[in-house]
């Protein structure tokens, strides 16, 4: 990825203003391969950008470009960090807090995650902002360490400082701009001067963006009945097991995440994984060390539901590709891989799971209701459906959760309970609201542990939660991040 030049840039604040004169990126620039959403791998760039390394890029010594190191929070996309990289080692002695400046441009004015119709994040003249780095490591690749210490490589990380509180919605585009302020020293000893060079991550095939957790999925698959002339498309997560030598002879549990009406009609495959943490926050490596598993989101090209509980055949078609998941005979990981190619994945039957969202967990609810002998449990977050059509639900495990202030799904839900005692469920609905407070931050979550443990432990088969003073919004940025509600989801086995 190419330096910038100054004169292309209007002022950043005071971390850069020794440096630049101008500053402003050319939206079309700045606009990602991926529907102009920025989600490009850095890994993926190619050889061909000017100046990068590689057989058709001439490797100079010092920075050869840089990424901005992202994670889908449950407020949307957010800039963690940018990872720098050189043409050799770098000595992580020679670094400190202040070795760069460091910036990142605001999202575009009218973005908010998950929105439909809302403007590319990307497209916005506003001034980057400068972003202070919490701490400094070098890495053997462009990704954020947990323990924040470095190990042998060409990649110095500067990383930001993370919100506490991961619901907040984001504010960042996921464009980022750098400045080396002092003298970089390689592990053989040779000096990288300090200087006035503006680095960005922006490139004429998008930005350069490793997104943690994401970055992993393949995307864009299809799943089609010529006899039909039906098709879905969808992305899929394969787990590190699978790809791993003899990792087809293994069966693994099988997750449907269904996002929201926000990443349809107008939305990509990249958008249902990055617009909000509903299928992202299951593929994040710690997540799958304690629930691996197959993930699979649907990328619809409409609403599929509506609150008149009326649906398209995409809903249907989506159970159809689960169905073909289940006879495993899916073949399709990407052929250019040698960890993948030509291997057929194979689900465990008595482990197939549904989540979503609003529009993704109403599709949810129908699917477990409509093919009742296919799916484990569900976890239902802000979904609704016609009481008389979840009778079947009756005799399945669910676990359900809102807000106090959803007027939709928490009194639609409250008319189905009733109906599903009726048909002989066991029903836990407590009458007080549970407190939205003891979900952030995420590593301090033990009350509200016990708390819904202790609900779940009442053994019923139907489990109705409400949170206070949480609104159909903020219950996508939230419920995701209960840890008791997923460990819940993967301990129900179908019998």
């Known amino acids: 990825m190419t330096d910038v030049s100054r004169r292309n ?87 400190s807090p202040d070795t760069y400046a460091t910036a990142v441009f605001p999202a575009a004015k009218g973005f908010f995650a998950g929105m439909p119709q809302e403007p590319d994040k990307n497209d916005t003249t506003a001034a980057a902002k400068p972003r202070p780095v919490a701490a400094i490591y070098t890495s053997n690749t462009p990704a954020l ?77 299809w799943w089609w009945d010529d006899t039909r002339s039906a098709w879905l498309e969808y992305s ?61 989101t649907p990328r619809y090209e409409r609403t599929t539901m509506n609150d008149y509980w009326e649906h398209t055949s995409d809903v249907e078609n989506t159970y159809r590709l689960v169905e073909s998941l289940l006879g495993n005979t899916w073949n399709y990981g990407n052929p250019n891989l040698d960890d993948r190619r030509d291997k057929v994945l194979k689900i465990d039957p008595k482990r197939v799971y549904c989540t979503g969202w609003s529009m ?44 106090s202030e959803d007027n939709k799904a928490t009194p639609w839900n409250e008319k189905c309970v009733p109906v ?17 407070a003891r979900i952030f931050p995420v590593d301090a979550q033990q009350k509200l542990t016990d708390q819904v443990n202790g609900y779940l432990a009442r053994d019923g088969n139907i489990t109705f939660l409400t949170f206070d003073g949480v609104d159909h919004m903020g219950s996508a940025r939230k419920f995701f991040y209960i840890k008791a509600a997923r460990d819940w989801l993967f301990r129900q086995v179908k019998s």
Request: glycine share 12%; with cysteine; proline share 7%.
């Open 420 to 436: 599903w005692e009726q048909a002989g469920a066991t029903v836990v609905r407590p009458a007080e609201y549970l407190d939205p």
């Open 236 to 296: 899929i997560y394969l787990p590190k097991s699978f790809l791993a030598k003899g990792g087809e002879n293994r069966s693994y549990p099988l997750l449907l995440a269904v996002t929201h009406s926000g990443t349809s009609p107008d939305g990509t495959c990249a958008q249902t994984l990055t617009e909000q943490c509903i299928a992202s926050i299951w593929s994040l490596p710690e997540e799958q060390e304690r629930h691996e598993c197959v993930i699979i």
């Open 9 to 95: 840039f209007v002022t950043v604040g005071a971390a850069l203003a020794g440096a630049v004169s101008t500053m402003g990126l050319g939206v079309q620039g700045a606009r990602a391969a991926e529907g102009g959403h920025g989600f490009m791998a850095a890994s993926s760039a190619g050889p061909d950008a000017p100046d990068a390394p590689g057989p058709h890029g001439k490797k100079t010594p010092g920075i050869q470009g840089i990424s901005a190191l992202c994670e889908v929070t449950g407020g949307g996309e957010k800039v963690y960090g940018i990872a720098v990289e050189y043409d050799v080692a770098i000595d992580p002695a020679s670094l």
């Open 360 to 403: 993704g967990a109403m599709t949810s609810l129908w699917l477990m209701a409509k093919h009742p002998e296919t799916f484990a449990a569900g976890l239902i977050i802000a979904g609704q459906q016609r009481p008389s059509d979840l009778i079947p639900l009756a005799k399945q495990k669910v676990l359900i959760i809102t807000g």
């Open 145 to 221: 360490r947990p323990d924040r210490k470095s190990i042998s490589g060409r990649y110095v990380i500067a990383e930001f400082t993370h919100d506490p509180d991961l619901s907040l919605p984001t504010t960042d585009s996921d464009r980022v701009m750098l400045i080396q302020d002092r003298n970089v020293r390689t592990t053989g000893g040779a000096v990288y001067a300090a200087s006035k060079t503006v680095w960005s991550n922006a490139g004429p095939h998008g930005n350069s963006v490793v997104i943690r957790g994401v970055d992993a999925w393949e995307q864009n698959h």
